[in-house]
């Protein structure tokens, strides 16, 4: 069922504290504007635990006006909604203006811990970005982000947060006429390489925005001298490779394929942002593919970090005359940074795949997770099974391994793994706990995801919630939730495609 709004009250006591550093610091990024009217307005699902880190008033954002403002149609006091202008490099292509086509952000919220937090709404109406869009969002899709980005949070993978949806009242134009919806999103911040790649070609804006990058999510760096080889704009970039490096591997561990890696999609901050044509691995394949524009495989699975080490490449050009006066000695500073990528990435992922097999901390030869992945990738085992299916493996229960592979198949790999796990010192049940606690048994399984927002679009939230409940507790086993743990039917899987509806 959807959320009853409550009696009116002042959305001051909702969305108290606003403010809006971006938009006052870097007007030459902004565009002051107001979000479309929403007809009627109905709120769909709203994110309490989040509301409540974030100091907000749950019981008050559900009120008439805190649904005006979660929607768009009215901003709280104070608050200065912009559209943010961005450039970015689309499959390969450079596209010199793009920009908040049907997105608004409101404003900043402060942690307690001092950090700002952009809310930010998507589907909001048209902007000077349109570009011949009509500005909104629908049901289907913002669910989509809403369960996805809150699954990918209660992985531990960084990511921005969605704090609520609300239909519209509005039928949209797609594939037909859909339900208009909007999304609140919560994030670190929207910078993102698109943002550079706009600014470097605006003249004087390029430093006061990189100042604002550093102050806003690398400080430690701030104090550095401007230009030399102690360049703060270089340990800036040198700290942007690594977040990034670090958030590629953990996608690669929990078999998330992206879809649509342009650079204004790649966040400065670290955190995934836009869910639109994502997807999760059934079958371990490298060369998996989803998105249904990605015609090419460029955004494949196993393509993700080196696409990533590429919008970071773009990156590395903005910053060039920020790091030094000569042209070369800047290009040998950020190339040496760049060239870091490859191995800071191999830590991550070996690190993580350790810790998947029951080796945290400790040096596993690489050979033997490459022969795993051959053994996943050769029978077209399911990726987050698996690893469920060893733990319980360790344990002395062998069904679950072998209705994913014959014994005949894993024998000699599995006795190597025992080897790394004896030569770790590690006991046998300390290692199957210690895998249950990074290996999920739920995540947005495709089938389940699509199945959940054609019932949503229809008007019954039932499915939705039910999915939601289940992949915000990924590790927690419950026997009610059996049917979300396995992979979907083959027809299914066959056929499936996603589209960039977000």
């Not at 007809?39 to 907000?56: I, K, Y």
């Not at 077209?380 to 014994?407: I, K, M």
């Amino acid at each position: 069922m959807a959320e009853t709004p409550h009696p009116p009250v002042d959305t001051k006591a909702a969305i108290a504290g606003l403010e809006s550093t971006f938009a006052d610091q870097l007007t030459a990024l902004t565009v002051p504007w107001q979000g479309a009217p929403a007809p009627d307005p109905n709120l769909l699902v709203l994110n309490e635990q989040l509301a409540e880190s974030l100091h907000l008033d749950a019981e008050t954002l559900r009120t008439a006006e805190g649904v005006a403002v979660l929607s768009g149609t009215s901003a709280p006091p104070g608050a200065k909604p912009v559209a943010m202008a961005y450039a970015g490099h689309q499959f390969g292509g450079y596209t010199p203006l793009l920009g908040d086509g049907r997105a608004l952000l409101l404003g900043e919220l402060k942690t307690d811990d001092g950090r700002r937090i952009d809310l930010h709404l998507k589907g909001s109406g048209r902007t000077p970005f349109s570009r011949g869009g009509d500005g909104f969002a629908v049901v289907g899709p913002m669910l989509r982000e809403y369960l996805v980005s809150e699954a990918m949070h209660a992985l531990g993978i960084p990511t921005t947060r969605s704090l609520s949806v609300v239909a519209t009242g509005q039928a949209v134009r797609r594939n037909g006429l859909e339900p208009g919806a909007v999304l609140a999103r919560i994030a670190s911040s929207h910078l993102r390489v698109g943002t550079f790649e706009f600014a470097v070609r605006q003249g004087q804006i390029l430093q006061p925005l990189a100042d604002y990058a550093i102050a806003r999510h690398y400080p430690a760096v701030a104090d550095l001298p401007a230009q030399g080889p102690d360049s703060r704009y270089l340990a800036f970039f040198d700290a942007v490779v690594d977040a990034q490096a670090s958030l590629v591997a953990q996608w690669m561990l929990a078999g998330f394929v992206h879809g649509v890696m342009n650079t204004d999609n790649t966040t400065i901050s670290g955190e995934t942002i836009d869910y639109g044509p994502c997807a999760f691995l059934d079958a371990f394949d490298p060369n998996a593919v989803f998105s249904s524009i990605d015609r090419g495989g460029r955004y494949a699975f196993g393509n993700q970090p080196a696409v990533l080490k590429w919008n970071l490449a773009r990156l590395a050009e903005t910053l060039l005359t920020l790091i030094d006066s000569e042209p070369d000695t800047a290009i040998a500073a950020v190339t040496e940074v760049l060239n870091t990528f490859d191995a800071r990435y191999a830590s991550h992922y070996s690190a993580g795949m350790a810790a998947k097999l029951g080796l945290a901390g400790a040096v596993v030869e690489q050979e033997l997770t490459d022969d795993l992945l051959a053994l996943l990738t050769d029978h077209g085992v399911d990726w987050t099974s698996t690893f469920r299916a060893l733990a319980d493996e360790l344990r002395g229960d062998s069904a679950a391994l072998d209705d994913l592979l014959s014994r005949e198949r894993t024998a000699s790999w599995l006795q190597r793994w025992r080897g790394a796990l004896a030569d770790a010192g590690v006991a046998l049940p300390e290692a199957a706990d210690a895998m249950d606690r990074v290996n999920p048994i739920y995540i947005p399984r495709n089938h389940h995801l699509d199945a959940a927002l054609r019932a949503a679009t229809e008007g019954d939230l039932g499915p939705f919630e039910t999915l939601l409940e289940v992949v915000t507790h990924p590790f927690e086993r419950r026997d009610e939730w059996s049917e979300y743990s396995g992979p979907a039917p083959l027809v299914f899987s066959e056929n499936f495609q996603t589209f960039c509806g977000t």
